[in-house]
């Protein structure tokens, strides 16, 4: 079953305690690399988590896995907010999808 990418939900897990309303940033940010493919999204999982060592130089880690179609992305970022840490993910998930673009079109 092929579904469009407004169709996808973004399943996004929130260490306890974390503002809700990052899901829908999340959300928003994994959507917007995904307008950036035309291959079939089978799911997609992020996941914040914060570590409690007040002292850790990039205590929050934003990680996401995209199935597209049978392959798998991958990405994660560390950093000191939890909306800084999907910003950078973005522009992993972005960099990752488009590397892997052209290893598509180049054995074409």
């Excluded at 899901?23 to 950036?36: F, I, M, P």
């Excluded at 996941?47 to 990405?75: C, F, K, Q």
């Excluded at 560390?78 to 590397?99: G, I, S």
């Amino acid at each position: 079953m092929s579904r469009t990418h407004d169709e996808i939900e973004v399943n996004v897990q929130l260490q306890p305690g974390m503002d809700p309303a990052l899901q829908r940033y999340a959300r928003e940010k994994v959507g917007a690399v995904l307008g950036h493919t035309a291959r079939p999204v089978l799911f997609a999982r992020v996941r914040l988590d914060r570590i409690a060592n007040p002292s850790a130089a990039h205590p929050v880690t934003a990680r996401a896995e995209i199935d597209l179609n049978g392959r798998m992305l991958h990405a994660e970022a560390c950093a000191d907010t939890p909306f800084e840490a999907l910003d950078l993910l973005q522009d992993r998930l972005q960099a990752r999808l488009d590397r892997q673009n052209e290893h598509t079109h180049a054995h074409r």
